[in-house]
């Protein structure tokens, strides 16, 4: 998602010159919110030791919506806490259900490097329903020692994969890094597809329908406040909440400290603000040197949560491959204003039939080295 650039969101170099210099301010985040990218603490115990690598799987607007239940003796039974939905732009909850998946890849891949086997039961009371998610676990998981549980290579990239929205380096990638990612989500219910310099016309075409679906969301009111409520600014605000978007920059600091930014009412569609959002996307995927994606002959939440697991695979072996992502979900989501780009994008893609459903779509590339975005740590998952 490209809503991390809303650290121009106020644009204007006539505002910068009116404010008095800063000193003292970093953009860098705050020690406390980066805590959990160090590692579980020595001593821990095997859950919640692999619960310390689950929680930094990506996640839609980082919101970690990971409740688990570790009161039943080896098991972990992962909930999706329902405060934390994207109601406006995910309105059946689809990305979420496949951030569910992201978690549940790490957490396998964890319990695999202690020589475990997660024997996991997707929906072991049954699926949601189509409109949204209910109480109902998403997953159960009984941790069993298995002294033939081999390691997952793609571990070694946990703690260095980012999401990188950056400007990317727009070489092409190399056709072993692509077969890596093809490799990645063998044996997942998604079809792999990569388009690259060699196609300039579904360059073009991928590019005109991110931009398009990104100005959609940026004036939609509802979909931009959406973004709006769940954005960080400054040391207190990212270090209290350690979730959702996050702009340390000393200029929003200083503006919201002004009364400038007021986050409860939607930037004017004309306005500076949000015509410098679209034009650093614009850039953005002008860098892009491929888009990827994953499609699925069905919808069903079973499969939402295997294409979140897909996924997240694919991002950690682009990072063994120096490459990074940045998911374009955007034109992927339901909501009514996004019809026509939704349509587009399958169209491009093949999903050509009613059932098959585009889960991810991503720019891929060189980016620059980014860091970690904020995370709550085990505790504040864990149910009791």
């Given at each position: ?10 644009g ?45 799987a ?6 970690q ?29 689809r ?62 990239q ?55 679906a ?52 939607p ?32 919808n ?10 897909a996924y ?73």
């Open positions: 998602m490209q809503r991390r650039h809303m650290l121009r969101i106020l204007g170099g006539a505002i910068a010159a009116a404010l008095p210099p800063l000193s003292g301010c970093s953009s860098d985040l705050p020690e406390d919110a980066v805590a959990a990218w160090r590692g579980p603490a020595a001593g821990v115990d095997l859950r919640h030791w692999v619960l310390a690598h689950a929680i930094l990506p996640h839609s607007h980082n919101l919506s990971w409740l688990v239940d570790l009161r039943e003796p080896d098991v972990i039974t992962l909930r999706i806490d329902r405060t934390r939905l994207l109601p406006e732009t995910d309105p059946y909850s990305q979420m259900t496949m951030s569910q998946g992201t978690f549940l890849e790490l957490l396998d891949q964890a319990a695999r490097q202690r020589g475990h086997r997660a024997e996991l039961e997707p929906f072991p009371q049954g699926e949601w329903g189509p409109a949204g998610p209910d109480d109902r676990p998403s997953a159960r998981v009984r941790l069993v020692s298995d002294a033939s549980v081999q390691p997952d290579p793609l571990f070694a946990v703690f260095r994969r980012h999401t990188n929205r950056a400007n990317y380096d727009n070489r092409p990638i190399d056709p072993a890094a692509v077969q890596a990612l093809r490799d990645s989500v063998a044996g997942h219910p998604v079809q792999f597809g990569i388009t690259g310099p060699g196609d300039t016309a579904a360059l073009q075409a991928h590019r005109d329908i991110a931009l398009r990104w100005r959609i969301e940026l004036t939609t009111p509802r979909a931009l406040l959406e973004s709006y409520r769940v954005l960080r600014v400054g040391p207190h605000e990212i270090a209290s909440h350690r979730d959702g978007l996050s702009i340390n920059t000393p200029m929003v600091r200083a503006m919201v400290a002004l009364g400038l930014f007021d986050r409860s009412q930037s004017a569609p004309d306005s500076t603000a949000i015509r410098s959002q679209i034009d650093t996307f614009h850039e953005s995927l002008q860098s892009t040197p491929a888009f990827f994606w994953l499609t699925s002959a069905d069903s939440r079973r499969t939402q949560l295997a294409a979140g697991r997240v695979r694919a991002q950690l072996a682009a990072t063994a491959q120096g490459l990074s992502m940045h998911p374009l979900q955007q034109a992927l989501q339901e909501y009514a204003e996004q019809a026509v780009p939704y349509a587009e994008i399958r169209s491009l893609l093949g999903a050509s039939q009613p059932a098959q459903t585009v889960q991810m779509w991503a720019r891929l590339g060189r980016g620059p080295a980014i860091g970690p975005a904020p995370r709550r740590g085990v505790q504040a998952h864990v149910v009791t």
